[in-house]
């Protein structure tokens, strides 16, 4: 390998992904150099990702496609800060976040049924809190085309459930889906807080190791339940799809529960967001 033209390395290191990049310079002095090329981390990179980057809502610096890759591994605003791009540090394969601006959810516009507002806890200007409602609907939409190609993405919900004013919401569970064309990825999610961080507690500690808490009374049947992330708030999955990449299409991913007739309230909405599994 020592023998070996530092473009060769490159090709050789190309074919892998950043992580295997940055552990073989660790490992290998011969590797170095080609780790640090921006050549590299320019095939990396997204192919537009000098067009995504013009439409940041704030000036980028970088001195390398290196520190660039890594400085668009945290989000990037773009679309006047009402959604957020960055890439999986892993893979390089893209990622959106679409703020609760960018959302579909019905009768949001009303303030008797929902309350926009900021909160010190997102980087987006609003999010929004359900204050009253017996019909609930959130659904986003995403083109395929700004999507990373021949991936598997999954959808998630950002949310939080406001302790000491939520009410209705795990009643009934809720229906989430993901629709792109013909096909359709469905499920059932409860957005009881207790049932989130139990589930989180179980991925971290095992199952074994934590006590049960407070049931809600559709638990047991339910497939999902959100997950507590390192931020505090709650990511539902709200399904998957592949994207091939050959074709423009539309991906619909939604949250509703329309079936029950009692009110329900609490739900803090920040964002939707659609990442490589």
Same mark, same amino acid.
Not at 14 to 39: K, L, N, Q
Not at 93 to 120: D, E, G, Q, R, T
Not at 163 to 176: S, T
């Given at each position: 390998?020592?023998?070996?033209?530092? @473009?060769?390395?490159? @090709?050789?290191?190309?074919?892998?992904?950043?992580?295997?990049?940055?552990?073989?310079?660790?490992?290998?002095?011969?590797?170095?150099?080609?780790?640090?090329?921006?050549?590299?981390?320019?095939?990396?990179? &997204?192919?537009?990702?000098?067009?995504?980057?013009?439409?940041?809502?704030?000036?980028?610096? *970088?001195?390398?496609?290196?520190?660039?890759?890594?400085?668009?591994?945290? &989000?990037?605003?773009? @679309?006047?800060?009402?959604?957020?791009?960055?890439?999986?540090?892993?893979?390089?394969?893209?990622?959106?976040?679409?703020?609760?601006?960018?959302? *579909?959810?019905?009768?949001?516009?009303?303030?008797?049924?929902?309350?926009?507002?900021?909160?010190?806890?997102?980087?987006?200007?609003?999010?929004? !809190?359900?204050?009253?409602?017996?019909?609930?609907?959130?659904?986003?939409?995403?083109?395929?085309?700004?999507?990373?190609?021949?991936?598997?993405?999954?959808?998630?919900?950002?949310?939080?459930?406001?302790?000491?004013?939520? *009410?209705?919401? @795990?009643?009934? &569970?809720?229906?989430?889906?993901?629709?792109?064309?013909?096909?359709?990825?469905?499920?059932?999610?409860?957005?009881?807080?207790?049932?989130?961080?139990?589930?989180?507690?179980?991925?971290?500690?095992?199952?074994?190791?934590? %006590? !049960?808490?407070?049931?809600?009374?559709? !638990?047991?049947?339910?497939?999902?339940?959100?997950?507590?992330?390192?931020?505090?708030?709650?990511?539902?999955?709200?399904? !998957?799809? *592949?994207?091939?990449?050959?074709?423009?299409?539309?991906?619909?991913?939604?949250?509703?529960?329309?079936?029950?007739?009692?009110?329900?309230?609490?739900?803090?909405?920040?964002?939707? %967001?659609?990442?490589?599994?």
């Amino acid at each position: 390998m020592e023998g070996l033209p530092v @473009d060769c390395i490159i @090709d050789i290191l190309s074919h892998g992904t950043p992580r295997d990049a940055c552990r073989s310079a660790m490992v290998a002095s011969v590797f170095r150099a080609a780790a640090e090329s921006d050549v590299l981390w320019d095939r990396f990179l &997204p192919p537009d990702h000098e067009e995504i980057i013009s439409e940041s809502v704030s000036p980028l610096k *970088y001195k390398s496609k290196k520190e660039l890759f890594f400085k668009i591994s945290s &989000p990037l605003f773009i @679309d006047h800060g009402l959604k957020a791009f960055f890439i999986d540090k892993a893979t390089g394969k893209k990622c959106y976040k679409l703020s609760a601006s960018k959302l *579909y959810i019905a009768w949001s516009a009303n303030p008797l049924f929902w309350c926009w507002k900021p909160v010190i806890e997102s980087r987006f200007a609003e999010v929004v !809190e359900l204050r009253m409602t017996s019909w609930l609907e959130i659904e986003g939409k995403i083109d395929t085309r700004i999507l990373s190609p021949n991936t598997m993405y999954r959808a998630y919900l950002i949310v939080k459930v406001a302790h000491h004013r939520a *009410y209705g919401l @795990d009643v009934v &569970p809720c229906e989430v889906l993901v629709e792109v064309g013909e096909f359709c990825s469905r499920g059932m999610v409860t957005l009881s807080h207790n049932a989130c961080v139990k589930r989180s507690l179980e991925r971290v500690c095992g199952k074994n190791k934590v %006590e !049960e808490g407070s049931r809600s009374k559709f !638990e047991d049947n339910v497939a999902r339940v959100g997950l507590e992330r390192k931020d505090g708030w709650l990511e539902i999955e709200l399904g !998957e799809f *592949y994207n091939q990449g050959m074709c423009e299409k539309e991906v619909k991913m939604s949250l509703r529960e329309i079936n029950g007739v009692h009110l329900k309230g609490g739900l803090v909405v920040e964002s939707l %967001e659609i990442r490589p599994t």
